[in-house]
């Protein structure tokens, strides 16, 4: 059974969804809006984001109860406080940055895939200190889905290659798995740590991919 609720009108394309807590949050890409829904009481609440044409889009929980989104549509991510739903703009030190995707280790620095100039991307909020790393495939692979695989390495799509990235975080030693059809493009990735597994969404090729770590 499926139930459908409504969202206040600024939320007309809601995006990507995130649990926290039991409150759903959500991006709102085009509309330049995040916002959280409460399943119990139906109430929902949509902010807006500071600068404009930001396109928040992906988004995911940090150790420290808040959530992190990347702004895409600028050269920034932002840090949501979990509790009163504030956001706080963190800017990278590249103009031309467009970080799409991130994940938030277990120490809290944020991972992002920069994918307008195709680097890997880390920021410490501790102590406020970026880094970054040139894909394998090069400025133009543009990278996308990134998850943090049981291991600790750090695994990303590169869009126009179509080809996985496996980041060792102790070392930044790299290793590249080619996705095996053609056209593939990943924009999310989802990791089953029970089973040490990583699957892919397929994108464009009608498949659901699987990468066994063990």
Do not use: C
Request: aromatic share 10%.
């Amino acid at each position: 059974r499926i139930e459908e609720y409504s969202l206040p009108a600024a939320a007309s394309d809601p995006h990507t969804p995130l649990i926290r807590t039991g409150i759903v949050w959500f991006t709102v890409q085009q509309s330049n809006v995040y916002g959280r829904f409460d399943p119990r009481t139906h109430d929902a609440k949509v902010w807006t984001v500071p600068t404009k044409g930001a396109l928040p889009y992906g988004m995911v929980n940090a150790p420290d109860g808040s959530i992190w989104v990347a702004l895409f549509g600028t050269n920034k991510l932002g840090r949501i406080d979990g509790e009163s739903g504030e956001l706080r703009e963190v800017t990278l030190p590249e103009r031309g940055a467009r970080p799409r995707r991130l994940v938030v280790d277990e120490s809290g620095i944020v991972w992002y895939s920069d994918f307008a100039r195709g680097y890997l991307g880390s920021y410490n909020p501790k102590g406020g200190a970026f880094r970054e790393w040139l894909s394998p495939g090069g400025p133009s692979s543009a990278p996308y889905g990134i998850a943090i695989a049981p291991d600790g390495r750090i695994f990303y799509d590169e869009a126009r290659s179509g080809t996985i990235v496996a980041f060792d975080r102790k070392t930044g030693k790299t290793e590249t798995i080619k996705i095996p059809t053609p056209g593939s493009i990943v924009r999310n990735m989802s990791v089953d740590s029970m089973r040490s597994r990583i699957w892919l969404a397929l994108s464009g090729t009608g498949r659901i991919g699987k990468i066994e770590l063990k």
